[in-house]
């Protein structure tokens, strides 16, 4: 006898998440599954968007992390429900959790959730959260050859953020290879080129997110 | 019943690492495996440390990656032996991996082995491989909570290699917090602030790995 322990995992995870997407469904919450590695810029990102959409549409984070909940009180200084998920080791969230953290949450409330993963960039693109888009987030400082070496979180994203554009002139980085690379694993990808320090390229992002929720919500059949 | 997945999967990996640590014992190779983040420049600094160290020092490298042989090729170039493993979707290198490589390597003619984990600053911190030493490389460019957030490959590294310091001006990483950050998880780390773009920190670098490579190999009994 063979026990496929990663099969019947993933199998488990997958029920889980199908009960997570109906939920965000049923509120008309457009879930939002963010996968980097660590440092990438996250949690900035988040916090930018946050001030940029807040007026507009009603948010609320999902923070992931092994320790800490360092994330969660940066997100929450924006005035913004979050909830912290220690994985207590764990190398990236799954649909349990998330499940778990949305009994925390006021759906009916919410137009987009973003769920913030673990940092690491290849655990959590195998498990499907009931998200309706995964982000993938890279830094300029991680190399031009990472979706080359990580390429199912591109595969299955919806969109990369290419985040810390400011330090192009200090690395060796070349940006159009980086995007190139990325759209060769997936060529529907959405790419945006930003800087969450200086601001620059986020309104392209702001737009298409707000954009994509929109979408999504009306293509939900009551 | 219950099945101990983890823990069934952890003993069998520590069976097979302690064969490799006696493989590298016996023919007193010091083994270093360096952990870090996709992108903290774990083979660049392999290569600059190939170029200062192969004059009087034998060394061999084992790639990890999920995909792509792209770190081996880099590696090569430096007239060094180099082996790829592939772990096809594996977000870590585990002792069996390693046992297979070790084939492929003539650790008899090898004073220092060399193997570059996948980049994950996670999973990899989990699991034993053999090595005499486990390195933690990690990028201003990641901002210095990492150590808090990530803090199991702090504890189980004998050193912390800080890379990319050239970058600190253009970022808000503190490297001062960095390094007490990691130091507060771990206070016998030996802490190295390097940049591996431009040289700056890294004799002191090689100067303590040749000397604990050369202290290990004295300390061994035959």
């Known amino acids: 006898m063979e026990i496929k322990v990663g099969t019947n995992i993933l199998a488990a995870n997958d029920a889980i998440a199908a009960e997570n997407r109906e939920a965000f469904a049923s509120h008309r919450c457009f879930a939002v599954n963010l996968v980097s590695s660590p440092g990438a810029g996250k949690t900035a990102l988040l916090e930018r968007t946050i001030e940029a959409l807040?007026?507009?549409?009603?948010?609320?984070?999902?923070?992931?992390?092994?320790?800490?909940?360092?994330?969660?009180?940066?997100?929450?200084?924006?005035?913004?429900?979050?909830?912290?998920?220690?994985?207590?080791?764990?190398?990236?969230?799954?649909?349990?959790?998330?499940?778990?953290a949305l009994a925390a949450l006021a759906l009916a409330s919410l137009d987009v959730v973003f769920i913030e993963n673990v940092g690491n960039l290849v655990c959590p693109a195998e498990f499907d959260l009931g998200e309706?888009?995964?982000?993938?987030v890279i830094s300029v400082a991680e190399?031009?050859?990472k979706p080359l070496k990580y390429p199912v979180l591109?595969?299955?994203?919806?969109?990369?953020?290419?985040?810390?554009?400011?330090?192009?002139?200090?690395t060796d980085c070349d940006l159009a290879?980086?995007?190139?690379?990325?759209?060769?694993i997936n060529p529907a990808l959405a790419v945006f080129e930003v800087?969450?320090?200086?601001?620059?390229?986020?309104?392209?992002?702001?737009?298409?997110?707000a954009d994509s929720a929109r979408e999504w919500a009306s293509s939900i059949t009551p």
């Not at 800490?68 to 200084?77: F, K």
């Not at 591109?154 to 200090?170: G, H, S, T, W």
């Not at 800087?195 to 997110?209: A, D, I, N, V």
């Open 54 to 100: 807040h007026a507009r549409l009603s948010l609320g984070v999902i923070e992931g992390d092994i320790a800490t909940s360092l994330d969660a009180e940066r997100i929450r200084r924006h005035g913004v429900p979050a909830v912290q998920i220690n994985t207590g080791g764990g190398c990236h969230l799954d649909a349990y959790m998330v499940s778990r």
């Open 132 to 136: 309706a888009a995964k982000i993938a």
């Open 143 to 145: 190399g031009d050859d």
């Open 154 to 170: 591109f595969r299955e994203a919806r969109a990369v953020v290419i985040n810390k554009i400011d330090l192009l002139p200090y």
């Open 177 to 184: 290879r980086l995007r190139d690379t990325a759209l060769s």
């Open 195 to 209: 800087s969450c320090r200086t601001g620059e390229g986020l309104e392209t992002w702001y737009r298409w997110l």
